[in-house]
């Protein structure tokens, strides 16, 4: 019998749904349905450009944040962008999201060029010795080995050093194996799965250094593998981080039995969904903005003018103006339109302005011109507001 069945019994690779509750499988089924809407919106590629650099950015920063790493949002998306230099004494915080950055460039490439995405122990090692790549560490720390020192985490005892690297086998094959998901219920499962993931390596704590990191690269590779866009794979690490107590609370009581593991689950899927539906919201703005585009392409059919293409372009520069333009600063909103009010008087500018109201594209406020991005609202369809 092995020392881990005496002191870590909740560690039996065994996971009873009989015991979930209603609310646990809504939550799963939401969460595939969501998850099935931000794979199959299709985006204009500087778009989905952007939104991968955002939610990479976010994703690399949570997991290494939550071992408390300082850096801002800014600064890491700075040094995905190969612009953020860093003073020595900080270095070591770049190197520390250079990891995690490269270490999901290497799963996405993975999950996407092999046909089977199994989850195998050399490939957790690995993943572990990137993540701990070029930082400072103890010396009883090996970088991808299996620990051979008891660890203490708060005040959780990690499995024993000893049977770390069974347990590692053992997982690999209870992940492989023991998920079989329904016919078009694959999302849900995966998203299952990864989260247990998550929780067991956490439980067996096999590295010295690095496992939480370690785990979440592994949820991350198991929400590719069961195809979950790369912009959503990064948000339940998002999550974790921005609950941070929360998460380790959670991840205390995991263990505890009667279910508590479920819970740890939920807990998970409910911060999930509610990035899931701030991913939607964006994306059905930029939508929305696609198509108004259009629509002002539609208004100005038929109209060839060198005027009307001035105000055409005047009108789409508009759409990408958060807040209203001051009326003055209307010539300078664009290169493009700086160069097209070069030669014309401020009469010009009025009379395009006037133009474009007339035709209900802007509206004047007290602080200037605003396109009117409301229009869209129209073109939806009409649903019953509840209180």
């Known amino acids: 019998m092995r020392t881990y069945t005496r002191t870590h019994s909740w560690i039996s690779f065994e996971l009873d749904l009989r015991e979930a509750s209603h609310r646990l499988w809504l939550l799963l089924g939401e969460a595939q349905s969501k998850v099935s809407h931000v794979a199959g919106v ?81 490939t957790i090692k690995h993943y572990n010795r990137v993540v701990l790549d070029g930082l400072p560490i103890s010396e009883e720390v090996i970088p991808g080995e299996i620990r051979s020192h008891s660890v203490v985490v708060g005040a959780y005892r990690s499995a024993p050093a000893k049977d770390c690297g069974y347990l ?29 993931a998550h929780l067991y390596l956490a439980w067996i704590h096999p590295f010295g250094d690095g496992n939480g990191r370690t785990a979440r690269l592994m949820e991350f590779h198991i929400l590719l593998s069961a195809g979950v866009p790369a912009t959503a794979a990064h948000l339940l690490s998002n999550h974790y981080n921005q609950t941070r107590a929360n998460y380790y609370r959670q991840l205390d009581t995991a263990h505890r039995g009667h279910g508590k593991e479920l819970e740890f689950i939920e807990y998970a899927l409910q911060g999930f969904i509610d990035a899931l539906r701030e991913q939607i919201d964006m994306i059905k703005a930029q939508q929305l903005t696609v198509h108004l585009i259009n629509y002002i392409h539609d208004q ?5 003018s060198p005027a009307h293409g001035r105000r055409r372009r005047l009108a789409i520069a508009l759409v990408s103006q958060e807040d209203p333009i001051p009326v003055a600063a209307v010539r300078r909103i664009t290169p493009r339109m700086a160069e097209a009010y070069a030669a014309k008087t401020d009469k010009t500018v009025k009379r395009d302005i006037s133009f474009l109201e007339q035709q209900g594209l802007i509206q004047r406020t007290s602080r200037g011109i605003r396109i009117r991005s409301e229009i869209m609202l129209a073109y939806l369809p009409p649903v019953r507001q509840v209180e």
Request: net charge negative.
């Open 300 to 304: 100005f059919r038929g109209k060839d």
């Open 168 to 196: 590692l086998e053992r997982l690999c094959s209870w992940l492989n194996e023991s998920f079989p998901a329904p016919s078009g219920y694959e999302i849900a499962f995966g998203i299952l799965k990864a989260v247990v």
């Open 42 to 122: 299709p985006l204009l590629p500087s778009v989905q450009n952007q939104l991968y650099q955002l939610y990479l950015a976010k994703g690399v920063l949570a997991t290494t944040a939550i071992e408390g790493n300082t850096l801002t949002e800014e600064e890491v998306l700075k040094r995905i962008e190969g612009k953020l230099e860093l003073p020595p004494s900080k270095e070591y915080l770049g190197k520390e999201i250079d990891n995690i950055v490269q270490a999901c460039r290497e799963i996405a490439e993975r999950v996407i060029q092999t046909e089977t995405a199994l989850m195998k122990v050399d």
